[in-house]
């Protein structure tokens, strides 16, 4: 619901047998006593109105474009750099670098080039065992914009490369 109603709404279901509801029911109301009721019951009311379908329509339609956009500008920087495939859900695009290198020695070069990502080694077990994976936000960049900040990320990486190289 963060994402669709109200950020920060943190609401979810659970489907389970009934033999390990119990067990599961005493595990949650350890971890945080309560969840907001008040937040649920707004939640419930929302969920099953026309209004709501029509602004998951809405955002679909919205996160479309920019995924869509963002996967354009992807083929045009990072073709020759990583492999990915196009993500059906979420906000986010996994990409693979073809020559593996550390992202998070990235980040900083990245940032002074007013462009941000995330490095993907942290979200594995082992991440120096990982190497090479960048995860990438459509969501929030205005597709006009997103073109130029794909360019300087691919310059970051191609240096990097280059310079591992030497």
């Given at each position: 619901m963060s994402k669709t109603l109200l950020p920060g709404l943190r609401i979810g279901y659970l489907i389970a047998s009934p033999d390990l509801f119990p067990h599961l029911l005493k595990l949650k109301q350890s971890a945080d006593l309560?969840?907001?009721?008040?937040?649920?019951?707004?939640?419930?009311?929302?969920?099953?109105?026309?209004k709501y379908q029509q602004h998951l329509s809405?955002?679909?339609?919205?996160?479309?474009?920019?995924?869509?956009?963002f996967q354009s500008a992807l083929e045009t920087h990072f073709s020759d750099l990583a492999d990915w495939s196009m993500p059906q859900g979420g906000l986010f695009f996994w990409l693979t670098l073809k020559?593996?290198?550390?992202?998070?020695?990235?980040?900083?070069?990245?940032?002074?080039?007013?462009?941000?990502?995330?490095?993907?080694?942290?979200?594995?077990?082992?991440?120096?065992?990982?190497?090479?994976?960048?995860r990438l936000n459509f969501s929030h960049i205005d597709p006009a914009r997103l073109d130029e900040g794909l360019k300087r990320l691919a310059v970051v990486v191609r240096q990097a490369q280059i310079d591992k190289a030497a």
């Amino acid at each position: 619901m963060s994402k669709t109603l109200l950020p920060g709404l943190r609401i979810g279901y659970l489907i389970a047998s009934p033999d390990l509801f119990p067990h599961l029911l005493k595990l949650k109301q350890s971890a945080d006593l309560h969840t907001n009721r008040i937040g649920q019951w707004q939640a419930l009311q929302w969920i099953g109105t026309e209004k709501y379908q029509q602004h998951l329509s809405e955002l679909r339609g919205f996160y479309r474009e920019r995924r869509d956009a963002f996967q354009s500008a992807l083929e045009t920087h990072f073709s020759d750099l990583a492999d990915w495939s196009m993500p059906q859900g979420g906000l986010f695009f996994w990409l693979t670098l073809k020559q593996p290198l550390d992202t998070r020695t990235l980040l900083s070069e990245a940032l002074a080039n007013d462009v941000a990502f995330m490095p993907g080694e942290p979200f594995f077990p082992e991440p120096d065992k990982n190497l090479g994976h960048l995860r990438l936000n459509f969501s929030h960049i205005d597709p006009a914009r997103l073109d130029e900040g794909l360019k300087r990320l691919a310059v970051v990486v191609r240096q990097a490369q280059i310079d591992k190289a030497a």
